[in-house]
């Protein structure tokens, strides 16, 4: 007999039900990681390389120990254990000892009584630098004589796709190239964090992060301690978007903590924190098309060079995302994709909302609208040609099993009405022009246009990475009624996991009352939130615990029943708490829970394959799709814009928290449409530019238009609910949809993003490449070096050498 | 240097640094953390507060300068068990992700709503443009200032 779970529960999956964290949010009491404080902390911070290569002659501490608030001061010497860490591989120094290799690396932590007598006590740290020439150009790295990042070479990782017959004709070719600038995720929280040495000679770290588990892994062999001796909790995440997946303050926190027994603080200022974290991976793309007369895609080649920075972080996978998705979501037979991603001195990229997938879908989706001009089809008409399905063959040779309604996501966005017409939306306010109040104009030089962009995105990690997530549910009765409560390591980053929990675990069990443990490092990985993966992973494994407690429940209900005599007839089903077989109700849940019912179980996700030394592999778990239209207004000789509408379907399998989808597409979509116009980290050699939010510039309430979301539910077979992960897809691409409507309304070409004003208004000519960006001259799909691939980082990781 | 000003309504004192801002003060000294920390350069409005009644960037304000003055923070806005109206619409229309930009714009929401009760869309976005939101894209946002304000009419 089993068990089935009516719908009558409140709040369950489904159902637009509140933000579990959401009252202490609205009330300024959540707790965030830079709020946090314990008595008689002290506060850490870091003093970094001003150079972008250099080496360390010498370090020369004592006049910051003179000061009496000062507490320790640490150098690479003074890490107990392995001197580096990083995600998929160990080669990012804890402190820099020897050579510094990008401008903003750490050299020494400090701590001290209060942030001021520490920052200032950094400055009296005298380091000697030999300075040493630096590679801050991707394209000057894969120069025999460039500078070496590492002594290894700079070639992070190349992969080369074969799909078919790459030498196949095609009737009409278009080629373009593309360049993508460095984006930050600016999350409005800064990297923070406090480490408290514990009794046992461990540390308790409190830390806002995506990935409790992988930090610990980094963590604990630098400090030289047991894993169970470093326990990490998740302190109160203010937006991660990728930045938190690489360590930041983790270790130097609890280093400091360590050495000085007393509790330490650290907060990065918003300067600081684009020197903390990981960027977008600036890129260079070049594309050539062929298709047949009809408009059916015949071949495609692919380039694509990607600027990883010092260090790895998460760059293979990404570039790995980059090349298997270089053909867009599109049937294409043939295809040769070659992707390469460099060390430089420039700042370490990694980690950010869609992947490695954005990148590449400006370029293949301003291809796709060369072609189209170039047959006379009608943009929307090609794509729906071409569209992917269940099914389809990507150039990996992966075959699409699960849910792909791209033709479904293309016409429904196509339908979403138009905005009105200028004349009529305007009604006369000025602000309404381009660049609001600050357009002096009268609207002489307004053009309006239109684009349409489709793209996706894996969900969950990809090419054999087996990121299962652990959840303990546990049903106990409490005063009024069953209780359930669900503890899960997975990171609350705002995009609303812990309120998915809650809401899987309500229809799992059919009781409304649902408590969420705080996350910590007491319960299984997680695995990362990030992949857009937590709903299916995380939410998969409430919904196996759920199972085995709901079976345990009414095995239990059989037992008393049989112990008093009684036939049960019908289904047991659950139902707002109470326990009912067939129509007939048995009982209230609590009845059976003299002892509580707990079950601890982990979710792991399809296999996939790593590639093969053509490219070739079944890599990804499944994929999401997303259309998207845009409508800008630019003024023509201002070079202002103005994006009125954004319209856009959004293939989510299956929508859990509907609101919350909506959320995330249009905050996906915000962040696209900053790299569309006005994000981008500007380097100068190696040198940040501008660290700060009066500089780096992000979208305000005046440039966000309306989002128009429909969501299309197909759902995915073989995941829970059906349910597919949904925060990157609007991100991969409204950047090409807006760049799109801006082509259109300008006739400019406009390859390269962010576009400035400059651009169009044509003061600067597009960007020009003699010819397809260079490529190492390394067979396979192999990383380099080949410990670089991300099992054998892992490996690298847990070995703790 | 002692500062002392009228915190929610209660006269408190710091002993800060004569350089440090009021926001520090609050989050440092007085153990106010509702007010945040994004940018700390008036850029992001993430530390809105009422300075004798006037909305500034708390970031921008010394210390001392709040001496003897009057000071309503975030903290102030539920301090009886109920929510506010902007609290409550933000919650009901899911305008809250992160949470950091929150009690920023919790706080210029209700002074915009407190000036004009029925704000159009346009004087909205002008009236918010300087709290900066990573998460959302506003949208949600521009939603619960239209459903405080038809609430607080309905008052
Ligand atoms: S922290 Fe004050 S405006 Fe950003
Ligand atoms: S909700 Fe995260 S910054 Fe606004």
Known sequence: MSVRILPGTRGGVGESVRRVDGVPKVKGAFQFASDLWAEGMLWGYTLRSPHPHARIRAVEISAALTDPGVHAVLLAADVPGKKTYGLEFSDQPVLAWDRVRYAGEPVAVLAAADLETARRATERIRVDYDVLPAVTDMGEALRPDAPRVHDFGNVLRHIRIEHGDPGAPADVWVEGYYETGMQDQASLGPEAGLAIPADDGGVDLYVATQWLHVDRMQIAPCLNLPEEKVRLYLAGVGGAFGAREDVSMQVHACLLALRTRRPVKMVYSREESFYGHVHRHPSRIWMRHGARRDGTLVNVYARILMDGGAYASSSAAVIGNASTFATGPYEVPNALIEGTCVYTNNPPCGAMRGFGAVQVCFAYEAQMDKLARALGMDPVEIRLKNALGTGSVLPTGQVITGSAPVREVIRRCAAIPLPEEPAASRGGDPCSYPGGAGNVSRGEGLRRGMGFAIGFKNIAYSEGFDDSAEVRVKLFAGPAGPVAEVHSAAAEVGQGIHTVLTQIVRTGLGVEHVLLHPPDTQVGSAGSTSASRQTMMSGGAAQLACAVVREELCARVRRRAEAEGRALRGEITLEGGAVLAGNAPVGRVEEFLEMPIECVRTYHHRRTQPLDARGQGDVHVALAFAAQRAVVEVDEELGLVRVVQVATAQDVGRAINPQNVAGQIEGGTAQGLGLALMEEIQLQDGQIRNASFTDYLIPTILDMPPVISVLVEEPEPGVPFGAKGVGEPSTVVSTAAIVAALRDATGRELNRVPVRPDDLIGLSPPVASPGPPPSPDVPGPEPIPKRAGLAAGQADLMRGD | ?155
């Open chain 2, 1 to 155: 240097m002692l500062v002392r000003a009228n915190v929610n309504g209660e006269w408190r004192t710091a002993d800060v640094w004569a350089g440090a801002s009021l926001l520090h003060m609050l989050r440092e000294h007085l153990g106010l953390p509702g007010s945040k920390n994004a940018c700390e350069q008036g850029e992001c409005g993430s530390c809105s507060i009422w300075l004798d009644g006037e909305l500034v960037c708390a970031c921008l304000v010394l210390a001392g300068q709040a001496h003897e003055r009057e000071v309503r923070t975030v903290e102030a806005l539920s301090a009886r068990e109920t929510l506010h109206p902007v609290q409550e619409a933000f919650l009901e229309v899911g305008a809250v992700q992160c949470g950091f930009c929150t009690p920023g714009l919790i706080v210029a929401v209700a002074d915009l709503l407190m000036l004009d009760p029925s704000p159009d869309e346009p004087a909205v976005r002008e009236a918010l443009s300087g709290n900066l939101c990573r998460c959302t894209g506003y949208q949600k946002i521009l939603d619960a200032v239209r459903l405080a304000a038809e609430r607080m009419r309905a008052r």
